[in-house]
Structure formats: C-alpha cells, structure tokens
T-cell receptor
C-alpha cells in the first residue's frame, strides 16, 4: 500500500524559519510534490523533487532523500500569508495521475 | 477565463436528488482528475481521464459517475448520495508526457448532502 506521513499541525513565528517533514512508503517512486492550500481554496504547486538533494525557489526550498523515503519543505522569512496547509504528494507511477497525498500539515504563522 | 474553473462552488442536495459538477480547464492539458477532500483525510483520487479515456477509477461508488466529453471538460454526475459524501470535490488537470507532472487544481465544489 501507499503511506505518506506528515505532522498534522505546526506553529511558527513571523520572520522565522520552519521545516515541514514528510516520510513516505510507496510501491514506486517517480517524484515528490509539495502543494500549498489556503483554507477554502485550491491547492497550488510549490515544488517537485525527483532526484536527491535540495531544490531552492525563493523563500521556499524542498529536500529529498529517496533512500530514506524522506522529504522536507523549508520556509524562510515566514509571513502571515504563509499560514496554510502544506500537502506532500508522491507520484508512484509512470503517469502523473498516480499521486498519493498526505493529510497535510496546517501551518499557523503568529506575530 | 484562465486555469481550471469549477461550477457550482457550493451545492446542497438531498439524498434523492440528481446533480452534476462541472470542470473546465483552459490550459490545453490532456489529462483531468476528480479528487475528494474530506476533513482530516488526505486528498482521495476518484477518477482520471487521459486523452478523454478513463484510466483510473479508485473503487468509487456507482452513485458517482464521471463524464469527459472532450479534453477541456469534465463532469461528475451525482445521484442518491449519502451524508458521508459531503466534502470538497476538486478537479485538476495536467499534461501527460510533458516535462513536468504538475497538476493544476480548480477551486473546488463544496458539497453538502442532507
């Protein structure tokens, strides 16, 4: 079966750095995605990792270790607007439709 | 219109009603998806259409019936639903065979079954 674990909730202070972890056990692996979802809105794409290492995109970075089945999303210089749910998803097949999502991590940024 | 649109945004229906959800993508993609999002549960993939053919049907009850008349439009027909079907239904699209497997999501339809 497919299993993706991430913390349910996290709280961090405005201006700080927060790391959201994701571990996965899937039957196959063809890449890992991070999505951001504000309450009542659609998920929006943040990052995609298919090779080990760190991908940096502005204030957001994502890391992948395939041997450990582990990824994290790093958010720097937190802003109030970063309060949202962050969804980790694994592509376990050759086609993009085989995405398995975690339950999401609700991040609250406080002043 | 840009991106992925869904109508209606909110829907309240009784268990004996029949209704349809509509999704339209303006991105030129060739694959479309229906997901169900319930509170405290992961996004659940329901159906996938690639090049207008259904390629995935994750043991979804027959009271949910998808339809994909062309690569830009996707429908989810609903009939005799149960209260536990109340959820946010999200549509997404992507380009199969492209360099990125990113899926683009619509804003969702919030469905309440009474």
């Amino acid at each position: 079966g497919q299993n993706i674990d991430q913390p349910t909730e996290m709280t961090a202070t405005e201006g700080a750095i927060v790391q959201i972890n994701c571990t996965y056990q899937t039957s196959g692996f063809n890449g890992l995605f991070w999505y951001q979802q504000h309450a009542g809105e659609a998920p929006t794409f943040l990052s995609y990792n298919v090779l080990d290492g760190l991908e940096e995109k502005g204030r957001f970075s994502s890391f992948l270790s395939r041997s450990k089945g582990y990824s994290y999303l790093l958010l720097k210089e937190l802003q109030m607007k970063d309060s949202a749910s962050y969804l980790c998803a694994v592509n376990s097949g050759a086609g993009s439709y085989q995405l398995t999502f975690g339950k999401g991590t609700k991040l609250s940024v406080i002043p | 219109e840009t991106g992925v649109t869904q109508t209606p945004r909110h829907l309240v229906m009784g268990m004996t009603n029949k209704k349809s959800l509509k999704c339209e993508q303006h991105l030129g993609h060739n694959a479309m998806y229906w997901y169900k999002q319930s509170a405290k549960k992961p996004l659940e993939l329901m159906f996938v259409y690639s090049l207008e053919e259904r390629v995935e049907n994750n043991s979804v009850p027959s009271r949910f019936s998808p339809e994909c008349p062309n690569s830009s439009h996707l429908f989810l027909h609903l009939h005799t639903l149960q209260p536990e079907d109340s959820a946010l239904y999200l549509c997404a699209s992507s380009q199969e065979g492209g360099s990125s497997y990113e899926q683009y999501f619509g804003p969702g339809t919030r469905l309440t079954v009474t």
